[in-house]
């Protein structure tokens, strides 16, 4: 069943196993916000274990791996796929603190991106350290957050 994400009131739920449970939660509360501030979509996640996350998880694992031949580490927590508009999005949210999202235009090929970020406190993952520069933004919600990405050049 997909939870609704409160950026008001941030929450740890379903993300307790995390060391840095707080941080996380606040970058996924910060994500939410984005997406209600943007589009006016309600931001909802899951947990890895539920089929529509276990399939949103597959997705961007399978262009990590195809299109930079990268596999995480850290074990997935939640995730969440929708569309906005002509965009497919998918987020996944990792034990170690990190999250990953794909925002894959259906319309232009040119806009398909793979984005990372590391929430307050945690290390750059040793699978993205060398390729991948990180740069910070602030973030009411979050601290600091680090973040990197890559275009996606193939169809998925």
């Keep these: 069943m997909p939870s609704p994400v409160d950026f008001t009131t941030v929450s740890t739920t379903g993300l307790e196993s995390s060391p840095i449970a707080a941080a996380l939660a606040g ?90 970020k590391l929430s307050d406190g945690m290390d750059v993952p040793a699978e993205l350290a060398s390729r991948f520069k990180f740069a910070k933004q602030k973030s009411k919600l979050a601290g600091t957050i680090r973040g990197s990405f890559f275009v996606i050049k193939n169809e998925h």
Excluded: C
């Excluded at 509360?29 to 539920?50: G, I, L, M, Q």
């Excluded at 996350?53 to 791996?65: S, Y």
């Design 27 to 116: 970058l996924r509360a910060n994500e939410a916000r984005y997406f209600k501030n943007k589009y006016d979509h309600d931001f909802t996640v899951e947990p890895a274990s539920e089929a529509k996350a276990k399939a949103a998880i597959d997705w961007v694992h399978n262009i990590l791996k195809e299109e930079r031949d990268i596999v995480i580490q850290s074990r997935p927590l939640e995730a969440t796929s929708f569309q906005v508009e002509n965009i497919k999005i998918a987020y996944v949210f990792y034990e170690s603190g990190l999250s990953i999202n794909v925002m894959y235009t259906l319309d232009d090929a040119k806009k398909r991106a793979v984005g990372f």
